[in-house]
C-alpha cells in the first residue's frame, strides 16, 4: 500500500467515523443499532490484497480508538481489526475471491462485522470491562448483523468503485 493510499485510507475512515458519530449512531434501529463505520471498514479489507488488507485494518482501527464515546483502552479496536484483517488476508485464498459474487461478498463482510464485534466483547472481559448481560449483548449482535446484512448492498457498489480509483496503476 503506497503512501499516498493510506493517507486516503485514513481521510476516509476520518470522515466515515464523523458520519458515523455524528448521524448514524442517533438513528434508532429496531432491535439494536448498526454500525456503518464496521461494514465499511470490512469491505475495504475484503477489497484489499494481503498487506493492504493488515494496513487498512490497523487504520480503521486506530481511528476509532480515538472515539470519545468509546470505554475501551486505546489500542483495543486498532488490535481486533487489525486481527480481523489478518483473518481476511491469511484465509483469501481459501475462501476464492468474495468481491466477485455480492452474495458471498455480504456474507463475508456481515460475518466479518460480528467477528469484530464478538473479539470486542471478549477483550473487554479479559480487561474488565462491563458488557452487560449475555442477552443484551446477542441482541446487539443479531440487530447489528440484520442490519449490516440489510446496508451492505446498497454501498457496495459506490465503494467498490471508490477502491478501484484509489488504486495506483502499480497496484491494478
Known amino acids: 500500500m ?5 493517507i486516503y485510507t485514513l481521510g476516509f475512515f476520518f470522515i466515515l467515523f464523523v458520519v458515523q458519530e455524528s448521524a448514524v ?3 434508532h434501529f429496531p432491535i439494536s443499532g448498526f454500525s ?9 479489507i475484503a477489497f484489499e490484497d494481503h498487506n493492504g488488507a493488515i494496513v487498512t485494518g490497523f487504520l480503521a482501527g486506530i481511528v476509532l480508538d480515538l472515539s470519545p464515546t468509546s470505554n475501551a483502552p486505546f489500542g483495543q479496536w486498532a488490535l481486533i481489526l487489525t486481527s480481523v484483517a489478518f ?4 484465509n483469501r485464498d481459501s475462501i476464492a475471491d468474495v468481491t466477485s459474487s455480492p452474495i458471498t461478498f455480504v456474507i463475508v463482510v456481515a460475518g466479518g ?3 469484530a464485534l464478538i473479539a470486542y466483547l471478549c477483550f473487554g472481559a ?12 446477542a441482541t446487539v449482535l443479531g440487530g ?6 440489510i446496508f451492505t448492498p446498497m454501498f457496495l457498489p459506490a465503494l467498490r468503485k471508490a477502491h478501484e480509483y484509489s488504486l495506483t496503476a502499480r497496484e491494478r
Open 2 to 6: 503506497s503512501p499516498v493510499r493510506i
Open 25 to 27: 449512531s442517533l438513528v
Open 36 to 44: 456503518l463505520y464496521l461494514a465499511l471498514a470490512i469491505s475495504l
Open 87 to 90: 483473518l481476511f488476508a491469511v
Open 113 to 115: 462485522v460480528t467477528l
Open 126 to 137: 479479559l480487561l474488565g470491562e462491563e458488557n452487560g448481560s449475555l442477552g443484551h449483548d
Open 144 to 149: 447489528n448483523l440484520l442490519w449490516t446484512v
